[in-house]
């Protein structure tokens, strides 16, 4: 069973607001920082956004301040990613993954431990 499990992806048009959710299973949620990811075929993985396990610190690439915000419920084990003012350039395949706290909260998608599936989330023009 996978741990992270990502909603909320669809079609929408430039502009448009979206929040990806992604429910977490099977681990002890508060001992994770979580972050967000996208990748575009024949592109490597980019990160996105991250979160600290208890929520006092975020990260953002920069081409995404200011539009989205990352933010966690430890009492529902979800993380959610709220996308305002897409763009077509944030098509992607957007993928949750969870790092162990211990870690210090990162951008490197290898230093985290778990991943989701992904969700996509396609933006027209």
């Known amino acids: 069973q996978v741990p992270l499990v990502e909603s909320g992806g669809g079609l929408v048009q430039a502009g448009d607001s979206l929040r990806l959710s992604c429910a977490v299973s099977g681990l002890t949620f508060s001992n994770y920082h979580m972050g967000w990811f996208r990748q575009t075929p024949g592109k490597e993985r980019e990160f996105v956004a991250a979160?600290?396990?208890?929520?006092?610190?975020?990260d953002y690439v920069d081409s995404v301040k200011g539009r989205f915000t990352i933010s966690r419920d430890n009492a529902k084990n979800t993380v959610y990613l709220q996308m305002n003012s897409l763009k077509p350039e944030d098509t992607a395949v957007y993928s949750c993954?969870?790092?162990?706290?211990?870690?210090?909260?990162?951008?490197?998608?290898?230093?985290?431990?778990?991943w989701g599936q992904g969700t996509q989330v396609t933006v027209s023009s």
């Open positions: 979160i600290s396990w208890s929520g006092d610190s975020t």
């Open positions: 993954a969870a790092m162990l706290r211990v870690k210090r909260l990162g951008i490197r998608a290898t230093a985290y431990d778990f």
